[in-house]
């Protein structure tokens, strides 16, 4: 058979014909279904790639009754997002992950209060198959969004949000928080260090009141006075390594909640004078590298698998997504995952 006119898009029908098989056979091996013998796919997608045959979106959805689109909502303002290298490291995991499922990335984000509807018209439009939602505070309103929409979702984080656990399960992926900050306060403690303060994160967000509490796990009684509040960001965290000094200036370390915080206390130390770690030691939480390689002195951090914590996501969602209904499904339902820490010991403490 003669090839299409030049310019022409290649239809079902041509690399049915140039295969040699019917147009359902085709539809079938395009759009990933069952029931066809290994002879006749390998002649079909021979076909597909000589006449470079793309399949029609629209009509592979009517098919498969998926879009190949997974919407990844941060519940943070732009400037958050594309400042902090934690966002940037979880969306570069989720995205290899997708990309290996042959599915598309929607970024989306809450820039003001008003971005809520348009979220919720947008998932609750069908366009994306599943979700995937991280730092997530617990008054916000993605859980009842994506509840409304039907929308399969894995959240990334400890659900904490009221009503999380009266229901079904919520399927999530977080970092053992409690865990890594109790091992990095013990380290402090075995390294000679009495007076260690912590710079909290954001109230309302369980990856930070998890941390606050291995903190307190460790220290039982320790002073209120040496816990300063801060948002995750540098500049909160130098904001509260100086008010720490002035309530506290004989403080002999601190854990801060996350390494942004962490760069911000080091930062002031440096200012103030103050050498460390002889006189005050350091020690973050999640060991990115483009921050807790790049301070002075390199800082000590308790690691968590960020990248891989995205990639665990997708795998979860697209678990939900490939659930029939029939037997074992119930098996096969997503669950949650919580992945462990490890201390990076560097020249901060």
Same mark, same amino acid.
């Given at each position: 058979?003669?090839?299409?006119?030049?310019?022409?898009?290649?239809?079902?029908?041509?690399?049915?014909?140039?295969?040699?098989?019917?147009?359902?056979?085709?539809?079938?091996?395009?759009?990933?279904?069952?029931?066809?013998?290994?002879?006749?796919?390998?002649?079909?997608?021979?076909? =597909?790639?000589?006449?470079?045959?793309?399949?029609?979106?629209?009509?592979?959805?009517?098919?498969?009754?998926?879009?190949?689109?997974?919407?990844?909502?941060?519940?943070?303002?732009?400037?958050?997002?594309?400042?902090?290298?934690?966002?940037?490291?979880?969306?570069?995991?989720?995205?290899?992950?997708?990309?290996?499922?042959?599915?598309?990335?929607?970024?989306?984000?809450?820039?003001?209060?008003?971005?809520?509807?348009?979220?919720?018209?947008?998932?609750?439009?069908?366009? =994306?198959?599943?979700?995937?939602?991280?730092?997530?505070?617990?008054?916000?309103?993605?859980?009842?969004?994506?509840?409304?929409?039907?929308?399969? &979702?894995?959240?990334?984080?400890?659900?904490?949000?009221?009503?999380?656990?009266?229901?079904?399960?919520v399927p999530y992926v977080d970092a053992d928080n409690r865990g890594g900050a109790r091992e990095a306060v013990r380290y402090?403690?075995?390294?000679?260090?009495?007076?260690?303060?912590?710079?909290?994160?954001?109230?309302?967000?369980?990856?930070?009141?998890?941390?606050?509490?291995?903190?307190?796990?460790?220290?039982?009684?320790?002073?209120?006075?040496?816990?300063?509040?801060?948002?995750?960001?540098?500049?909160?965290?130098?904001?509260?390594?100086?008010?720490?000094?002035?309530?506290?200036?004989?403080?002999?370390?601190?854990?801060?909640?996350?390494?942004?915080?962490?760069?911000?206390?080091?930062? =002031?130390?440096?200012?103030?004078?103050?050498?460390?770690?002889?006189?005050?030691?350091?020690?973050?939480?999640?060991?990115?590298?483009?921050?807790?390689?790049?301070?002075?002195?390199?800082? &000590?951090?308790?690691?968590?698998?960020?990248?891989?914590?995205?990639?665990?996501?997708?795998?979860?969602?697209?678990?939900?997504?490939?659930?029939?209904?029939?037997?074992?499904?119930?098996?096969?339902?997503?669950?949650?995952?919580?992945?462990?820490?490890?201390?990076?010991?560097?020249?901060?403490?």
């Amino acid at each position: 058979m003669p090839d299409p006119t030049p310019g022409a898009r290649p239809t079902l029908e041509a690399v049915a014909a140039r295969a040699g098989v019917s147009r359902a056979t085709v539809s079938r091996v395009v759009n990933g279904g069952a029931g066809v013998r290994q002879p006749l796919v390998e002649r079909v997608r021979r076909a =597909v790639e000589e006449l470079g045959y793309i399949p029609n979106h629209a009509a592979r959805t009517l098919v498969t009754r998926r879009n190949g689109a997974v919407a990844v909502i941060i519940a943070e303002p732009e400037f958050r997002i594309f400042s902090d290298p934690f966002f940037e490291q979880q969306v570069r995991g989720i995205s290899r992950e997708l990309t290996a499922h042959d599915s598309q990335l929607v970024l989306l984000w809450v820039e003001s209060a008003g971005d809520y509807e348009r979220i919720a018209r947008y998932l609750g439009g069908g366009h =994306v198959d599943g979700a995937l939602a991280f730092s997530v505070h617990d008054d916000d309103e993605l859980p009842a969004i994506v509840r409304r929409a039907q929308v399969p &979702t894995v959240f990334g984080g400890r659900p904490g949000w009221p009503g999380a656990t009266g229901g079904p399960a919520v399927p999530y992926v977080d970092a053992d928080n409690r865990g890594g900050a109790r091992e990095a306060v013990r380290y402090l403690v075995g390294q000679g260090r009495r007076r260690i303060a912590h710079i909290a994160g954001p109230r309302d967000q369980t990856s930070a009141t998890d941390r606050l509490a291995g903190y307190r796990d460790v220290l039982l009684d320790a002073d209120p006075g040496l816990v300063a509040q801060g948002d995750f960001t540098e500049g909160s965290g130098a904001a509260a390594m100086a008010g720490l000094l002035e309530r506290r200036p004989d403080l002999d370390a601190v854990f801060a909640a996350n390494d942004l915080m962490a760069s911000g206390a080091l930062r =002031v130390l440096r200012e103030r004078g103050l050498r460390v770690p002889g006189d005050v030691a350091v020690v973050g939480f999640d060991d990115m590298e483009s921050v807790a390689v790049a301070t002075d002195p390199p800082l &000590t951090t308790v690691r968590q698998d960020i990248e891989g914590m995205g990639r665990l996501m997708v795998r979860l969602l697209m678990r939900a997504l490939h659930q029939d209904g029939g037997p074992g499904a119930a098996d096969a339902a997503p669950g949650s995952v919580i992945t462990p820490t490890e201390l990076v010991r560097r020249a901060s403490a």
